[in-house]
């Protein structure tokens, strides 16, 4: 139903955003394609995500709030691409497969585990996380700014997890 465009047949709002996405990966994926219909929503995205990147968590933490977003939502183009990500981390294939799947994560991963639960405290509960799920996340090391982080990945890619079901990206 979406039309996947080119930089050519997008808006206007949108080409320069999918001109850089070429350039940094070579191809223009299908969900860059079809979320070019809207300028603000691709932009905004894109922009979202860097910032994202740029967090004081770590990235391995930042991708397991990533994957944990994209397992709930069931966005396939997210956690594939996103698999690669934790692949090209170093990641090891128990943590990204028990990821995958949306399980508690194995044993030596409690610290990513411990954001992992906590993302879904946040989304389950509307940010509105008892002290106690708050404190637990604290007592892995993580600080309020680190907090605050998730709930701004969680955004992001709930964002991006929403439009590529809509679009039907692939």
């Known amino acids: 139903m979406f039309a996947a465009h080119t930089v050519e047949t997008a808006p206007e709002g949108s080409r320069a955003a999918m001109e850089d996405v070429v350039r940094a990966f070579g191809v ?25 990147e740029r967090t004081t968590l770590d990235p391995l933490a930042r991708e397991t709030v990533i994957m944990t977003i ?57 940010g509105g996380v008892d002290d106690a799920d708050v404190k637990a996340f604290l007592a892995h090391g993580y600080t309020e700014r680190n907090a605050l982080e998730v709930v701004m990945g969680i955004g992001t890619y709930t964002m991006s997890t929403l439009a590529n079901r809509l679009t039907g990206a692939v």
């Open 28 to 52: 223009l994926p299908d969900a860059v394609a079809k979320l070019a219909a809207s300028p603000e929503l691709l932009t905004g995205f894109l922009e979202l995500s860097a910032k994202f």
């Open 70 to 126: 994209a397992v709930r939502n069931d966005c396939h183009v997210c956690v594939t691409l996103h698999t690669g990500k934790l692949c090209k981390l170093g990641a090891d294939a128990a943590l990204v497969a028990t990821l995958r799947e949306g399980g508690e994560l194995p044993e030596g991963h409690e610290r990513l585990e411990a954001v992992r639960q906590f993302t879904l405290r946040v989304v389950e509960r509307a």
